[in-house]
């Protein structure tokens, strides 16, 4: 089993299709529900602690937006643990604030130097794209075994 960045990490479709081929998707979804089960004193719980922008300091300096850092004390450590990564380009992800563009422009650069497989792909915009696109993922991860 390899552990599969998902990038956007947000995409339950991508996360779903790694796992069904035995492999764990890394996704931002997981480590919120880390946070948000864990038995605390918060009421209602908190997805971030006043901790976790500290974390996001060895990803991005203290100069940058706070965003970028407390984004990056999540996607940081899945990186760091990745074995493999897919990343989806145009997929209008990167709208949005500043932080969030910096975190996504971070995050494709960490992925890209870490030198792990990276699967790299575009949006699909029509039907045809969309059954090429699952099929070239289907063939990345089969390729991890």
């Given at each position: 089993m390899v552990k599969v960045m998902v990038y956007p990490p947000t995409s339950m479709i991508l996360a779903d299709l790694v796992?069904?081929?035995?492999?764990?998707a890394l996704v931002v979804s997981k480590e919120v529900r880390k946070k948000v089960n864990t038995p605390g004193l918060d009421s209602p719980p908190l997805n971030m602690t006043p901790e976790?922008?500290?974390k996001g300091l060895k990803y991005a300096a203290v100069d940058v937006p706070?965003?970028?850092r407390g984004r990056m004390s999540l996607l940081g450590p899945m990186i760091e643990e990745a074995d493999a990564a897919i990343i989806i380009r145009n997929d209008n992800c990167t709208l949005g604030c500043t932080g969030c563009a910096r975190t996504n422009e971070l995050t494709r650069f960490l992925l890209k130097t870490k030198r792990i497989p990276i699967l790299e792909l575009d949006y699909p915009e029509d039907e045809f794209q969309a059954k090429r696109f699952v099929h070239k993922i289907h063939e990345f991860l089969e390729g991890l075994n």
């Open positions: 796992e069904r081929t035995g492999h764990e976790d922008p500290k706070s965003g970028v």
